[in-house]
């Protein structure tokens, strides 16, 4: 009896073992194709970073991307490697290895890989897998070779390539990927489904010779239970008494019977009545999880077999259908010939702790995503500063991988130095664990890179506790701000420099004069000349605007060229420049302005087979120190050059007080009458030019005036219109614009409450002096209440110069009429850059374009640019663009595709009379009235 039960007991174990072979090996298969899914991702991922940064290179050729892109290589380029040496007859495996490990696959998966691709690579599935690797690797020397030309092109080893044709070329590759990469994946999933259906009936196979041994050995066993059953109850007994009150059950298996007895405890613990968990052992694997029986039984059968300690988990069914965690321990007992005969052990609840278990794993699990999705460099470090994990920002910043860095001190891996002092930062975690600040909380640092470069990067150290809140290391984070210096050095340069000529703008140039006229301690002699060419309008009428930059550019250079060392030059105006000629005298300043005179009067400009001969008007200002101001310095420099326009132009005009201001005064208030004459008669008029949105699919607001900007004209004794800046800067001056601002929205809220008017948004243009009035708001309550307009219907425009030179009240403004529904365009947006470090402070909708920019932009590329950093910035900041001097279709088409919102320009609309636009609307009023304000016009008029 007991030889045929340990044959069937062998029988039992070899069909235990057989499954338990099968299971390794359907792991071990699952694994290895598991990996190649896993390399293909690593693959697929710097394929996409490679192509992306060649595209960048393409556009930029910057060396960093280029260099970039070769690092995205290796990955591919490693697994290619590791392929091409398994295909040979006799490959060298480590070489194989190394490509793989270059290719960024897991150490431990290497071996089943090559092991997977030797002895399977004729199986179909996998085959085709192969096959969609080489014709992608086929691809990427493809883009190496892109790559390296267009390097080989920035470097001028050859022609220079086109850049679109490469971008082409780049995305050509990157369709013909895509579907390579989704097939190789297909094929792996086609190989695993079959591995996986050729394992479940090997499994079906060996379960069902399991089942059958396991009738047999049961039946064999019955036979002895009845004599082991006064033994078992007994011991039964002994074991109720001492787990009773206790908080885990017990479980005694005869083995020879096949009994198994089960505390009372357990049946509480999963919800059962005592009688479904009976004696018989088959009823508790039955509620066990099924991915759980495997082991169990394997855990056994080791235990019986080498009394290796039985300690395993598993999953239990309750009874409302849910699965509780449990463990169990036990110990075999066996007989005089060492057979096992009983087997004796606890069972306890764990779901607790595995469900503690799994959180903490969660969250280990999210910490660790998270940092390798941070941009910036994440480092964490035990309490003596060694490194424990890096992420890849971190391998990238500090040029070796985590598994060189790790255990390594944080000092020695990266060398870190004060700005401020040069001194090396030789404990930065230090301090934070201490509670201190840390260095980078009150420095700039810089890091010394192994390969000479040096990077500004912030720096943050936070502490880490662990659950008794003791510190274990701390959390370093390191953000590289190279882009962010480069790019207010940039910003900077644009907001003070002109964009066309590179010299200083006005701004910059009345800053600094500023600075000169406040040192009142200083006992330096300076000059300041106003110089405005004679002879520019002729040119840039005759040969238009790009003649006109041109030659604007050669007298930047004459007059650069003539100046001293140290003196200021700067481009104020359209053919305007302003020069500070420091420690200078009258006399030698006078002679330094006629030697600018006579060197601008030498040039001689020919384009398109014309020759022209250039003069410039300059008017001197001679400054010692204190008495005088900006405004007035710059008003006597303007008055004296205007004076030497007067005088015949080509010449220098001193500035003196008791020559020229009665006339300056006479000719301005002269100007100042006619505008209150406009004023009380109404002798100003509304014209209003339509702004279209550039959107491809038109709506309501693409109807033709829907959304007008409103002009002004001065109609003289003769009704000849006057353009705006004839008398603007007269009333400028002499605080006038206020008053014009108010006739404008005084006519036009007159204007936008006719019945059915068909203008949707109407801009209306505002003066520094009207942002700058605090009667102002009130004024527009006023009249919105009078004439009822909807204020979601208008849009105010400032220009930046006014609106910088209120700031504060000009938010305060914005803000105020935007609560009420109103909308702000920032208008000649660009033309200084001086509004971008003020824009963030002006809560405006719309940026409009300086037209300046947008009217050669097909030609210029210093233009488009332009144009394309302000539209890009704008959407950036969450404002619409709109671009002004639309003069044609290629423009409108080009900005259409740049992404402009709007367009604005003779291409679009010329200005027509206001009111004529609003009765020429198919929805306008049968009568309205006319843009002088004293008549009326009806469309019988028309």
Known sequence: MIKRTSVF???????????????VISISVMSILRAYVGAESLWSKAQKEAIHQLSRYAGTGNDSDYRQFLARLEVPAGDRRARLEMNKPAPDLAIARQGFMDGGVD???????????????????????????????????????IGTTLHDSFAGKQPRQSTPDALAEINRINDLLTPLEAGFSSALGDASRLIRNLLVLGFGSVALLLIATSIVLMRLVARRSERLESQLRHSEERLSLGFTGSSAGLWDWDIRADTVYYSPWISQLLGYQDDVLNDVP?????????????????????????????????????GDGDYLWCRSRAQVVRDEQGTPVRMVGTLTDISDLKAAEANAFSEKELAQVTLAAIADAVITTDTDGNITYCNRVAEDLLGEPVTALRNRALAVACCIVSETSGLQISDLVGPAIRGGDTPGSVDTLLLHKQDGRIVPIDCSVAPIHNFAGAII????????????????????????????????????????????????????QYAVLYLDLDQFKVVNDTCGHAAG????????????????????????????????????????????????????????????????????????????????TLKEVMKSADAACYMAKEKGRNRVHVYRTDDIELTVRHHEMTWVARIRN????????????????????????????????????????????????????????????????????RHTFRMLALPGIGITTCAINLSGGSVGDDHFFAYLLEQQRLHHVPWSMLCFEITETAAIANLAKAATLITRLRELGCRFAL???????????????????????????????LTDPTDLAMVEAINNIGHVMGKQTIAEFVENDAIRARLRTMGVNYAQGYGIGKPEPAALICMLHPSASATAVTTTGNQVVTRANL
């Open 9 to 23: 007991l062998v029988l039992l174990v070899s069909v235990v073992l057989t499954l338990t072979t099968l299971t």
């Open 107 to 145: 150490p431990q998966d290497i071996d089943g890989m090559i092991r997977l691709y030797r002895h399977f690579k004729w199986q179909p599935d996998i085959a085709r897998a192969i096959g969609y690797w080489e014709q992608a690797d086929i691809h990427m020397a493809e883009l190496r070779l």
């Open 282 to 318: 088959s009823a508790f694997m039955e509620l066990m999880h099924p991915d759980d029986r495997a082991g169990c039984r394997a855990a056994a059968a080791l235990h019986f077999r080498s009394s290796t300690p039985y300690d395993i988990e598993f999953r239990l069914k309750t």
């Open 473 to 524: 290391g701390a959390v370093v984070v390191l953000h590289d701000v190279s882009d962010e210096r480069r790019h207010a050095a940039e910003l900077s340069h644009q907001a003070n420099h002109d964009a066309l000529t590179g010299v200083l703008n006005r701004r910059a140039f009345e800053a600094r004069l500023n600075a000169l006229i406040s040192d009142t301690a200083s006992q330096r």
């Open 549 to 628: 930059d041109e030659l604007i550019c050669q007298i930047s250079m004459i007059l650069q060229q003539s100046i001293r060392e140290g003196d200021l030059l700067a481009r104020l105006g359209g053919d305007e420049f302003g020069i500070v000629l420091l420690d200078c005298g009258d006399s030698d300043a006078m002679r330094i302005a006629e030697q600018l005179r006579e060197s601008v009067a030498a040039i001689r400009f020919i384009w398109g087979g014309q020759r022209f001969t250039v003069g410039v008007s300059v008017g001197m200002v001679a400054l010692a120190r204190g008495g005088s």
């Open 678 to 745: 406009a004023l009380e008669r109404d002798r100003f008029c509304l014209y209003a030019q339509p702004i279209v949105s550039l959107r491809t699919t038109a709506g309501d607001d693409d109807l033709p005036y829907a959304h007008v900007e409103i002009l002004l004209r001065l109609l003289d004794d003769d009704d000849r219109l006057i353009a705006p800046m004839a008398f603007i800067p007269a009333a400028e001056r002499y605080g006038l614009m206020s008053q014009i601002d108010r006739w404008v929205i």
């Open 827 to 857: 208008d000649d947006f660009g033309a200084g850059m001086s509004s971008f470090s003020y824009l963030k402070h002006l809560p405006v909708d719309y940026l409009k374009i300086d037209g300046s920019f947008v009217k050669d932009m």
